[in-house]
């Protein structure tokens, strides 16, 4: 089976929930992305087998949101693109596809990524309100329709929050930032731990963005009504302090719990694209690719503890990469919590303590915090869910051209009880 590169890769700029992308949909978030990354590739569109997006929250407006983005950005009507969906593993869900597709010949060039606007998440009226509205809309006379309007009832009103309910895991209950709690708990995480790890987050992925590195993998945007474009992203805070984040209350468990909105990712909007290539059509070409995919991985884990899916997915991409941690030189991993990070590193260094959910297993090493996340991650960055599996694997991609190392994981957790990892190299 053919090797397959990742050629080059974009993002736009990661912004909060409700800043100055809210009124972007997901779709032209990722238009954005992918048609920018045509543009620094010049790649001609017509020679692209097939794109494939991930994206969680799916527009209603934007169904197949991948078809959607392809078409807007100029490519043929001919080709065919489908959107897939892994949860915070979307993005990488994307590139594992796409992977898949040229290793077995089925194509040379492929265009990936992910994208979310978080929000535009929409509210939604409870049952009860469509009920009414329904029998509203049925009743054929007069007289049933003012019986039927008669049964409104104020409480219809109170909207259901999707963008809640799509973090809540069905099958355990707890949210996503409870189940940051429960590693807390289970691995005698201290809040000043968690805080010290946030704050290092926001001070790396400032120093990246003055010294130019973020700016690398950014596609400028250029907003209605504002004369400079969008370049950063706007999460990272040069004045972030300890003492602000001790001065913020727990947030999931507001009465013994550690884990706060500061130690915590945000919610964010943001899409990213990269190029994969088969290594024929690489020497085609000649292009130099960032990194080639040497392996990747996805496993499940109880729900409540999804926040160590590294820990279980890792191995799998390892040991089909016939490597262990110890040969790993450069390390991405999502930072959806603090507390989710350091339970991982915890496990990694001692795989025993993993061994309630499948996590002893003989790849895994110590990973060095000074190899971890070199540019911040998304305690700073943010996490638009559908993109960080993209957006990691960008930065990893980057990093290790940058750095002239050979072997890197990108590796996420994923709500619902799953983990993700990837291994690239170069060569």
């Known amino acids: 089976m053919t090797r397959v590169a990742i050629v080059d890769g974009i993002r736009t700029p990661f912004v909060k929930a409700g800043d100055r992308l809210s009124r972007m949909g997901a779709q032209e978030l990722g238009r954005i992305a992918v048609r920018e990354l045509l543009e620094k590739t010049d790649i001609d569109p017509a020679t692209v087998d097939e794109v494939i997006i991930g994206n969680v929250a799916q527009p209603m407006e934007a169904t197949n949101i991948s078809r959607v983005i392809e078409l807007n950005s100029g490519m043929p009507l001919s080709m065919s693109a489908h959107t897939v969906s892994r949860n915070c593993a979307s993005g990488l869900q994307s590139i594992a596809e796409g992977f898949e597709l040229i290793r077995s010949g089925q194509a040379h060039t492929v265009v990936v990524g992910g994208t979310e606007s978080m929000s535009n998440i929409p509210l939604m009226y409870p049952r009860e309100m469509s009920d009414f509205m329904g029998n509203v809309w049925r009743a054929k006379s007069r007289l049933k329709k003012a019986a039927a309007l008669a049964k409104f009832r104020p409480r219809m009103l109170k909207p259901v929050v999707a963008l809640a309910e799509g973090l809540k895991d069905p099958f355990s209950g707890l949210n996503m930032g409870e189940t940051a709690e429960v590693l807390a708990k289970e691995f005698h995480i201290t809040r000043r731990e968690q805080d010290e790890f946030a704050l290092q987050s926001h001070q790396r992925a400032v120093a990246a963005t003055k010294s130019g590195r973020m700016a690398d993998e950014i596609v400028p945007i250029y907003l209605p009504g504002e004369p400079e474009p969008l370049g950063n992203d706007i999460g990272p805070r040069e004045n972030q302090t300890i003492e602000a984040l001790e001065r913020l209350t727990p947030y999931f468990d507001r009465r013994y719990g550690t884990v706060t909105a500061g130690n915590s990712s945000p919610i964010t909007d943001g899409a990213a694209a990269l190029l994969l290539m088969s290594e024929a059509r690489v020497q085609v070409t000649g292009i130099q690719p960032l990194a080639w995919i040497r392996s990747y991985g996805f496993a499940g884990l109880d729900p409540r503890r999804m926040g160590l899916g590294p820990a279980v997915a890792a191995p799998i991409a390892l040991r089909r990469a016939g490597l262990s941690m110890r040969e790993i030189e450069l390390v991405e991993m999502n ?73 890197g994981l990108a590796t996420l957790c994923v709500g619902g009880g799953q983990g993700a990892a990837m291994v690239l190299e170069r060569r």
């Open 335 to 407: 930072e959806a919590f603090a507390a989710q990070v350091l339970a991982n590193l915890r496990v990694f260094e001692r795989p025993k303590l993993g061994e309630a959910v499948g996590a002893d297993q003989p790849e895994l090493a110590p990973i060095d915090v000074g190899r971890l996340n070199v540019n911040g991650g998304a305690i700073a960055l943010g996490h638009p869910v559908g993109t960080s599996g993209t957006r990691i694997t960008l930065t990893l991609a980057k990093e290790m051209k940058r750095r002239n190392l050979q072997l």
